[in-house]
Structures are given as C-alpha cells and as structure tokens.
C-alpha cells in the first residue's frame, strides 16, 4: 500500500490529532454510519468488543437517521483498534478492513445496490463516482471529489477527512471489487491536517 506498516501508537496518535480539529455541534455522522461500524466491529472481533466500545462512548445504541458528534466515533475506533490489530496482522490491516467493511453497508443499501446494477458488467467509473454522495449522505461535514487518470485509474480527494488514510484506502477497493475489477490497488496518503488524496487503479 505504499507504506511500511506503522503501530498501534501511531494510528491511535494519528486519531487523536484527527480529533483535535473536531467541533462537536458542527462535526456530526449519522446513526446508521456508526451502527454499521460497530456491526463491523462485531464480525472483525466480537460482541465483547463492542460491549466496551459502546460503553466508551456513553451510548446503549444509535438511532439510523438521528445525527451524533463525530467524537463518539473517535472513542469507538481508539477502543477497538488495539484489539483490532492484534487480530488482522496490525493496526493499518484494522484500518482497512474496517473501511472494506464500511462500504459493504453502503453497497447493501439502496443507493449502492442501484448503483452495482449499473455497474455490473460494465465498468467500476458509476460505483466509484458515487463515492462523494454517499459521503454527503453519511456526514453533514467535508467533501470528497473523484479525478480519471486514465481509463482504469483515479484519485479520490477528500477534504476534512477525520478518518484515517488505511481507512479510505480499504474503502476504496471494496468498491472497486463489488463492481468486479481485477487486480485492485489503493494508496491513500495526507495532503493536509484533514485531507487526503488516494490513488486507486485496477487492470
């Protein structure tokens, strides 16, 4: 991924600089977002796991279309991710799955089962470029912006991005694997405080 892998300390150093910037009335995600990550969290590790993370984060459950500080998600991912990278070959490896897993939920929902029917059999471009919507859906802050290179390669731009550069990363070759491609690579890397840019192609 473009990366040697880094430890635990620094993507929970990573996520604690991220939190730095966060305005908890301004900065808020969705319900249905977190309960996906913690249903992530369930099939990555284990109803233990999320028994603490919730605890963490002071609540007994989230409603889907009701808005949450960003925060909340910061105390998930910082109790989850050490146990995380014990279990899936390090804290980067977390990362990523966990953001494979997060555009599961978003390919089983409406939008993204509509979009995969227009993909299938075609070309990974529509799943991709729906990317940014699906951000606007999900988060009420930052914006994300989809660059072709070529016929298969791009850049995905995200700005104020509070998660972490493995999590886009798994993110986006998720997607391009739902929509069928072959031979999937994604770099991300920070470009700024809260931005991001990854660079993803297929063959």
């Known amino acids: 991924m473009g990366r040697t892998g880094q430890s635990v300390e620094f993507w929970l150093e990573d996520l604690a600089r991220r939190r730095t910037f966060l305005k908890p009335e301004e900065h808020t995600i969705r319900g249905f977002f977190f309960n996906g990550v913690l249903e ?14 919730l605890e963490a984060c002071g609540q ?3 409603m889907d279309f009701f808005s949450y500080s960003t925060d909340l998600m910061f105390l998930i991912l910082s109790t989850a991710l050490p ?3 014990e ?3 390090g804290a980067e490896a977390a990362l990523r799955e966990i953001g494979r897993q997060a555009s599961t939920d ?12 227009l993909a299938r059999g075609r070309s990974p ?4 470029s729906s990317l940014p919507a699906a951000f ?41 694997e739902a929509a069928g491609a072959r031979g999937t690579q994604a770099t991300a890397r920070p470009t700024g405080a809260l931005d991001i840019v990854c660079e993803f192609s297929w063959e």
């Not at 992530?40 to 993370?53: I, S």
């Not at 999900?138 to 999590?167: D, K, N, T």
């Open 40 to 53: 992530n969290l369930r099939t990555l590790g284990d109803e233990a796991l999320v028994g603490r993370c």
């Open 106 to 117: 978003f390919l089983a929902s409406v939008a993204g089962r509509a979009m995969l029917l």
């Open 87 to 89: 279990r899936h070959g």
């Open 136 to 176: 606007r859906v999900a988060m009420s802050y930052g914006s994300a912006q989809v660059e072709w290179l070529g016929p298969r390669q791009g850049l995905l731009s995200a700005q104020g991005s509070f998660m972490s550069p493995p999590f886009i990363e798994g993110l986006v070759l998720k997607v391009l």
């Open 83 to 85: 146990t995380l990278a």
């Open 125 to 128: 471009k529509p799943l991709i």
């Open 60 to 62: 007994e459950r989230f």
